[in-house]
């Protein structure tokens, strides 16, 4: 996979993607507009592999590209995808708990968590490869 400088590439089940943990942390706005400038956006996981590959990608809490923009529990993906309203979730036991907290983390242990927008977090960036087929254009 041709993913550039400082990503990682992976195959999943059907596209192949590059990811990129940034460490220094940001806001979840932030964080979507610092991938966007790099070509991607905040990671989206829409099938078990993701999150596997997620799990073993980072032991860090870091933002996912998830979203309930207007409050109402309607969470979406925010790369725009063909999974945008993906079936697949990974929900802590807690979570979501629609009180007014409209993103999403990925823990520790690789359970979602619903969490204050303005919270500062680390992330990772997804891409399409450069090689491959990635489900949003570049």
Known sequence: LKCGSGW???MGDFDAFCY???????????ARA???????????????????????????ESWLGYRDQKAAGTWRWSDGSKY???????????????????????????RWHDEQCQAKYSYICKKPSESGQGNQGV
């Open 84 to 110: 945008m309203t993906s079936s697949y979730t990974n929900w802590d036991e807690r979570s979501p708990n629609n009180g007014g907290v409209t993103c999403a983390i990925v823990t520790k242990k690789g």
């Open 20 to 30: 990129k943990v940034v460490f220094d942390k940001s806001n979840w706005d932030d």
């Open 34 to 60: 610092n991938c966007q400038s790099a070509g991607g956006d905040l990671f989206s996981v829409t099938n078990a592999y993701e999150q596997r590959f997620l799990e073993n990608f980072t032991n860090i």
């Open 8 to 10: 990682t590439g992976a």
